[in-house]
């Protein structure tokens, strides 16, 4: 039974850094590009990173330079650094394995990251 397990989201305000967390179970991870994703009220879902098994990473461009996609293979966890934050980056983030763009398993239950002052 796949889990995904999102944490590390909350209020922080314009400029301010968050890093989310997500362990995995019931895949194996090692193997599996991961990918944190972000769905804003009213959007669509979107990948704004990902991370291959050997450690390249691929940002959205509304991100780059910003956001630092990394794991941990030894304890299935895949980490999203966010800097400089934007009101814009509100959103609920999600982690999935990603195929392509395509997330592979069921959603976990994301956590909310707001942008405020």
């Known amino acids: 039974q796949v889990q995904l397990v999102e944490s590390g989201g909350g209020l922080v305000q314009p400029g301010g850094s968050l890093r989310l967390s997500c362990a995995a179970s019931g895949i194996i991870f090692r193997i599996r590009v991961m990918g944190w994703y972000r769905q804003a009220p009213g959007k669509q879902r979107e990948l704004v990173a990902a991370?291959?098994?050997?450690?390249?990473?691929t940002y959205a461009d509304s991100v780059k330079g910003r956001f630092t996609i990394s794991r941990d293979n030894a304890k299935n966890t895949v980490y999203l650094q966010m800097n400089s934050l934007k009101p814009e980056d509100t959103a609920v983030y999600y982690c999935?394995?990603?195929?392509?763009?395509?997330?592979?398993?069921?959603w976990g239950q994301g956590t909310q990251v707001t942008v405020s002052s």
């Open positions: 999935n394995a990603v195929d392509g763009t395509s997330p592979l398993y069921s």
């Open positions: 991370i291959t098994p050997g450690g390249t990473t």
